[in-house]
């Protein structure tokens, strides 16, 4: 070993020392050592590698590691026929190091090459190289060794020595091999030390091959030969076709040909597996994928188990599973006949599984579980961990092998596979075959979970965000939809609002946020809040947009958002419309059916800051229908936007029997439903006006009297409307409000309005600005009960100001007929 004074011991030292001497003889040899980091730089040069590589540790230290060891080159042709056994023999340190110096190692390799050295002419070397995994800098661990230093009994043996790995350490000496193994690795801490020393123990420990039967470990003063099994060569070559790598020829003889070809198809199945599998990151596709990807081909029948928290899309606890977690079978494909399994396991079902089965040992080991033959004793007392089901017949006589399905070494779920008793059995090479299957199924199920859980949030943050609209307002009737994208992270920032203002009038609300994802759906709650915030302080149109640019201003500059604001007047029958770059709306005439595009000034996004925005009124019959909408429904990329705003003009028009089925027409007609990647928002109004004879208005003087002829007249016209059981309480009320309206007022008319619609409104406005609030009266106050009145008897009531002054108004409940 390169340690201590053996470093520089004489060659015939060494030799007396132990050096390995072909069959029974000790595997001590000295080895160069080197460490690779992860940026691909020499971080350790041994003594060992200074003799061999004739490169002092100065020079070494921090260079690329392709520049110091010689990797594959061309074989000059007095070398081409050189017999070196089972290796081939490389002018370099063989493919294998060069693919492990380019970060593509999975697994060991070794290798045998001749270097040039300078004045000895060509060395003959032995190479092992380890992938290095963990939080350590460490990539790539390099041993190598002078094969000429070894002293052999027949002149002939040196010529067959070939490097290669023990898989296992159940020889003699071995449990010597964890403390042991550390004094050839550079001086590190001991938890690194660890770490390097466990993964060489598990990925294989060097060895000698002198012929296909006797192999030496390679240890600083142990060893003893070892007979590779079938087993171990059959494993060995598993693992490195699942990994897309070359099986070493040591691996295989003439005989095994035959096994060669079987390893050689299991690979092309896996590589077919993946291609089938993970083609959306749709929970439920993906389940479907790996379930059918492995029927009929791999096995008979394959049931697909996973933790219910995987399944909702939700967190979960990442411990190791019990006999209280619940599995949900979400699959189960066969090859038998129909409805036989469906009784007895049907899909969708939720349970635990007890312990002592081969499917609990799966789930809390996270490793495959094979029983290649269930017998009827195997089968019974597998059976009889289940209540209230006899599965005996399903699986009595057939070949079992489970797996699990993990990511990041959290076990999600299993697959239960099982073969007919007439097909071959499951074996070692299946398990082998299985675990990979499984591996890339776990990892694919757990992108669609994450993805799943994601897209629960998001759309639940904007579901939270997107308003409860009744379907009918003052005045209007209105119908919504929210279509989301099909893009990843197809949440965006689309909304719509409807805001009930004062005078019976409505506020109508489109808006999208530029962009998709949490962070525009989170702007476009801010947005959205800040309407209906400005919207009830009655604000313009062009005021609110104006107002709304500010805001966004403050909130930052990544983000643009386009919106369209039209406030409804059913007594005026009127429009106010502004707009903040959002598409027009279409409005149809109820009077002959036909649709247009009302021309309104494009305006600015609402983010760019320092642009004026422009109001339009627009005269409107009763039974006319608004349509707003954002640019997701009518623009496909690669298509002029023109004949999507023609199409949904046109779609508009067509009758409907409902709101909700002419939405659903226009979703149709442009195709939102499928195939639209960008989220969309839709809002349709049909404005069904206030009839003249459902408001009545007075102009009262401010003088003292003013209350007493507001109840007469309130009284008088309720009578004409049939509403004699709000006579009281409209009276009261009226005469309060009126009241303060007289105390408050300075030259103008106070004036009072009553409007019949769902409710009853009553707004008294006056010329004073400073808007009345809800106080708590004490016992000797003169002021301050009337507000407290109207609160408590009023649905609802509410003030604004007005361009003369205030308005003041409260709503009472209509009797019912």
């Not at 080197?34 to 020079?59: I, M, P």
């Not at 070196?84 to 290798?111: F, I, K, N, Q, T």
């Not at 002592?356 to 004793?377: A, N, R, S, W």
């Not at 097909?423 to 994450?450: K, P, S, Y």
Request: some cysteine; proline content about 7%; overall charge negative.
């Amino acid at each position: 070993m390169d340690r201590g004074t053996e470093r520089n011991a004489p060659p015939d030292r060494r030799a007396r020392d132990g050096t390995a001497t072909g069959q029974g003889g000790a595997g001590r040899i000295p080895l160069a050592v080197v460490v690779v980091d992860r940026g691909g730089l020499v971080s350790h040069w041994s003594a060992g590698a200074r003799h061999l590589f004739t490169l002092s540790k100065e020079e070494a230290l921090g260079r690329p590691a392709v520049d110091l060891l010689p990797v594959t080159g061309a074989l000059s042709e007095d070398e081409e026929d050189t017999p070196y056994g089972a290796y081939a023999v490389h002018d370099g340190l063989g493919p294998g190091l060069d693919a492990s110096l380019g970060g593509g190692l999975a697994y060991p390799a070794a290798g045998r090459a001749r270097l040039a050295a300078a004045g000895t002419g060509r060395v003959d070397v032995l190479w092992w190289a380890y992938p290095l995994v963990g939080p350590g800098r460490e990539r790539l661990l390099v041993l190598a060794a002078d094969a000429a230093r070894l002293s052999s009994g027949e002149a002939g043996m040196r010529e067959r020595i070939a490097p290669g790995f023990a898989l296992h350490t159940d020889f003699p000496g071995s449990a010597d091999l964890a403390r042991r193994l550390p004094e050839i690795l550079p001086s590190m801490s001991v938890g690194d030390s660890a770490r390097i020393t466990s993964q060489v123990l598990e990925l294989g420990y060097p060895i000698l091959e002198f012929s296909q039967n006797d192999r030496v470990p390679v240890t600083p003063d142990w060893g003893v030969p070892r007979r590779a099994g079938r087993r171990e060569r059959r494993e060995r070559a598993a693992r490195a076709l699942a990994a897309g790598e070359p099986v070493p020829a040591e691996l295989r003889d003439g005989s095994e040909d035959l096994e060669y070809a079987a390893v050689r198809e299991r690979l092309e199945f896996l590589n077919e597996v993946s291609s089938r599998i993970g083609t959306s990151l749709d929970l439920s596709r993906t389940i479907t994928e790996v379930s059918k990807a492995v029927v009929p081909r791999f096995t008979d029948v394959a049931g697909t188990y996973l933790r219910e928290q995987v399944v909702a899309g939700e967190e979960f606890d990442e411990g190791v599973p019990d006999t209280t977690t619940l599995w949900h079978r979400v699959a189960l494909e066969h090859t038998d006949e129909p409805g036989r399994w469906d009784d007895v396991v049907p899909v969708g079902e939720a349970m635990p599984f007890p312990a002592h089965t081969p499917f609990f040992q799966c789930m809390t080991t996270g490793e495959p579980v094979l029983v290649p033959h269930i017998d009827e004793k195997t089968g019974h007392a597998i059976a009889s961990q289940f209540d209230k089901r006899d599965i005996r017949p399903l699986i009595t006589g057939r070949s079992m092998l489970v797996v699990p399905l993990k990511a990041r070494q959290v076990v999600l779920g299993f697959m239960i596979l099982l073969r007919h008793p007439e097909r071959r059995l499951f074996d070692d090479m299946d398990r082998v075959t299985g675990a990979e299957l499984a591996a890339r199924a776990g990892l694919v199920l757990d992108n669609a979970r994450m993805y799943t859980h994601q897209e629960n949030v998001a759309e639940t943050l904007q579901d939270s965000m997107l308003p409860h609209i009744p379907p009918r307002l003052a005045g209007c009737d209105i119908a919504t939809r929210y279509l989301p994208g099909t893009l990843l992270g197809r949440i965006g920032g689309d909304w719509f609002d409807a805001v009930e203002l004062p005078g019976a009038r409505t506020a109508l609300v489109v808006g999208d946020v530029m962009g998709h994802g949490l962070n525009s759906a989170a702007m476009m709650g801010q947005l959205r809040t800040a309407v209906q915030t400005m919207a009830a302080l009655d604000l313009p149109p062009a005021q609110l947009l104006r107002n709304l640019d500010d805001l966004a201003q403050r909130l930052g500059d990544s983000y643009l958002a386009t919106c369209l604001y039209a406030v409804y007047d059913p007594i005026a029958g009127e429009l106010h419309l502004a707009n903040a770059g959002h598409i027009p709306p279409v409005l149809v005439r109820a009077a002959d059916g036909r649709s247009e595009l009302l021309d309104l000034p494009t305006g600015a996004p609402i983010g760019v800051g320092g642009v004026p925005f422009a109001a339009v009124r627009v005269r409107v019959e009763p039974g006319d229908r608004l349509v707003m909408c954002t640019d997701g429904l009518v623009e496909v990329r690669g298509e002029d936007i023109g004949v999507g705003l023609a199409t949904l003009c046109e779609s508009a028009a067509h009758p409907a029997a409902s709101m909700d089925d002419a939405c659903d027409t226009i979703i149709r007609a442009l195709n939102a439903g499928g195939g639209r990647k960008d989220d969309v928002a839709l809002l349709m109004a049909r404005l069904g006006g206030i009839e003249p004879g459902d408001v009545a208005e007075w102009q009262l003087a401010v003088e003292p009297s003013a209350p007493g002829r507001a109840r007469a007249v309130v009284r008088e016209q309720l009578h004409d409307w049939g509403l004699p059981k709000l006579l009281d309480s409209a009276e009261l009320l009226v005469s309060e409000l009126v009241t303060n309206a007289v105390l408050h007022s300075r030259a103008r008319p106070v004036a009072l309005r009553l409007v019949r619609g769902d409710t009853l409104l009553c707004e008294v406005e006056d010329d004073d600005h400073e808007l009345p609030t809800l106080i708590d009266a004490r016992p000797l106050d003169e002021a301050g009960r009337g507000l407290r009145v109207v609160s408590t008897l009023a649905r609802a009531w509410g003030t604004s100001r007005t361009a003369a002054g205030k308005s003041v108004w409260f709503e009472l409940t209509l009797p019912r007929r």
